[in-house]
């Protein structure tokens, strides 16, 4: 049963939150490898109403279901690009960061791929889906009720 709505936080949080997520969502990095991004972290919190929302928005972009199904698999998959693996290395690291670390293999790989610029962009855009995850979860949001586009931050 749910806990809290995020309907009803104060406005000042939600205003806070959903203008971080206005810049990611324009900060010029693909907007499908951000989505595939949310998916894969939220793979790892377990956050079951992100998996529901992400892989709805994910199909109605055109995803297939072949990369959506194997996404936690995709270090042995070989359907995603070298950007893409590089972004979801990182997205792991920076998720699971329980030894303090993110390791410098990961940064390099990292680094191949993206301008110091869209690291700091991918590094944030990876910090607001774990706050969102953690809303989810800590707050048990009800998962599957989710329309493609609900939630859409638009550009000001």
């Known amino acids: 049963m749910e806990?809290?709505?995020?309907?009803?936080v104060p406005s000042g949080i939600a205003e806070s939150v959903t203008g971080v997520q206005r810049y990611v969502d324009n900060c010029g990095l693909d907007a499908?490898?951000?989505?595939?991004?949310?998916?894969?972290v939220s793979?790892?919190?377990g956050c079951a109403y992100c998996l529901d929302m992400h892989s709805k928005d994910l199909r109605a972009e055109g995803e297939t279901e072949q990369r959506?199904?194997?996404?936690?698999?995709?270090?042995?998959?070989?359907?995603?690009t070298d950007r893409e693996?590089?972004?979801f290395a990182?997205?792991?690291?920076?998720?699971?960061?329980?030894?303090?670390?993110?390791?410098?293999?990961?940064?390099?790989a990292?680094?191949?791929?993206?301008?110091e610029a869209e690291l700091v962009d991918l590094t944030l855009a990876v910090n607001m889906i774990n706050?969102?995850?953690?809303?989810?979860?800590?707050?048990?949001?009800?998962?599957?009720?989710?329309?493609?586009?609900?939630?859409?931050?638009?550009?000001?």
């Open 3 to 8: 806990r809290i709505s995020f309907r009803n």
């Open 32 to 40: 499908r490898l951000l989505e595939l991004l949310r998916f894969r």
């Open 43 to 45: 793979q790892i919190n």
């Open 68 to 80: 959506l199904y194997l996404l936690d698999a995709w270090r042995e998959a070989p359907f995603y």
């Open 85 to 87: 693996r590089a972004a």
């Open 90 to 108: 990182w997205a792991e690291a920076v998720t699971k960061v329980t030894n303090g670390d993110v390791p410098t293999k990961v940064y390099e």
């Open 110 to 115: 990292a680094r191949k791929e993206f301008s």
């Open 131 to 156: 706050c969102y995850n953690r809303f989810n979860i800590a707050f048990r949001t009800t998962a599957g009720s989710y329309k493609v586009g609900q939630h859409a931050v638009h550009a000001n």
